[in-house]
């Protein structure tokens, strides 16, 4: 089983910057897709990017131009750089590994807000 934490959410104002990390046990970053998802109250849980094995980057509409997914596979070490964060933004972001032999992993979850 692929453990994954996160860390680096918290209250940000409108317009401002926050950093996630998501550090994985185990050289996995080469072998899985990894992503980011979120989940607003209320909400189905959504896809906001992620990155191939190859490095290939995929980004939700709502967040193209504004988040950078990236990786340090030396490291173990996903990042989702968001920058000029809105309120719509605010929602627990997840951090997901998945390949065929493993199937789905899931971090625990960090709290973004956006608000002023």
């Known amino acids: 089983q692929v453990q994954l934490v996160e860390s680096g959410g918290g209250l940000v104002q409108p317009g401002g910057s926050l950093r996630l990390s998501c550090v994985a046990s185990g050289n996995i970053l080469r072998t899985h897709i990894m992503g980011w998802y979120r989940q607003a109250p209320g909400k189905q849980r959504e896809l906001v990017a992620d990155?191939?094995?190859?490095?290939?980057?995929k980004y939700a509409d709502s967040v193209k131009g504004r988040f950078t997914i990236s990786r340090d596979d030396a490291e173990n070490t996903m990042y989702l750089q968001m920058n000029n964060m809105k309120p719509e933004d605010t929602a627990v972001y997840y951090c997901?590994?998945?390949?065929?032999?493993?199937?789905?992993?899931w971090g625990q979850g960090t709290q973004v807000t956006v608000s002023s």
């Open positions: 990155i191939t094995r190859g490095g290939s980057t």
């Open positions: 997901n590994a998945f390949s065929r032999a493993l199937g789905a992993s």
